[in-house]
C-alpha cells in the first residue's frame, strides 16, 4: 500500500440506505433498536445497531474500504466508520452474525478487535 497515507481522504465516513437516508439531516425516528458492543447484539426488537473495533486502519482510504465492504453485507442499512477510535458501528434489519463482519473487515484488509 505504498502512497495510500498521501492522499487527502476522510477520517470517518457514513453510509445510510433505505427511509433514513431519505432524510439524512433528521432526527432518528423512535422505532426501538437493538442494543450492541463489540459485537453482542440484543435481538428482542426491530433493527439491530451493532458496533466493533478495527485494527490496522492508518487513513482515510482504510476507512473507505472498510465502509464498502460492510455496507456490503445484506441488511445492512446504516455505516459508521471513526478512524482515530477505530469503531465501526452499523445499523441492520436483523442481526447480523459477527462471522460475516469480521469476513468484510477482513476483506478490507484489516481485522475486528
Known amino acids: 500500500m505504498t502512497g495510500c497515507c498521501s492522499t487527502s481522504t ?21 422505532q426501538p433498536s437493538a442494543q450492541a458492543v463489540d459485537g453482542a447484539v440484543d435481538t428482542s426488537v426491530g433493527e439491530a ?18 465502509t464498502r465492504t460492510v455496507d456490503a ?3 445492512i442499512t446504516d455505516v459508521r466508520v471513526d478512524l482515530a477510535s477505530g469503531s ?3 445499523t441492520s434489519d436483523e442481526p447480523v452474525a459477527r462471522d460475516a463482519v469480521d469476513a468484510a473487515v477482513r476483506e478490507a484488509g484489516y481485522q475486528l478487535a
Not at 445497531?49 to 472498510?66: A, E, L, P, R
Open 10 to 30: 476522510p477520517q470517518s465516513i457514513q453510509i445510510q440506505r433505505g427511509p433514513a437516508a431519505a432524510h439524512a439531516g433528521a432526527q432518528p425516528s423512535a
Open 49 to 66: 445497531d451493532s458496533s466493533y473495533t478495527v485494527i490496522g486502519m492508518t487513513c482515510g482510504h482504510c476507512v473507505s474500504s472498510v
Open 73 to 75: 453485507i445484506e441488511g
Open 88 to 90: 465501526l458501528t452499523f
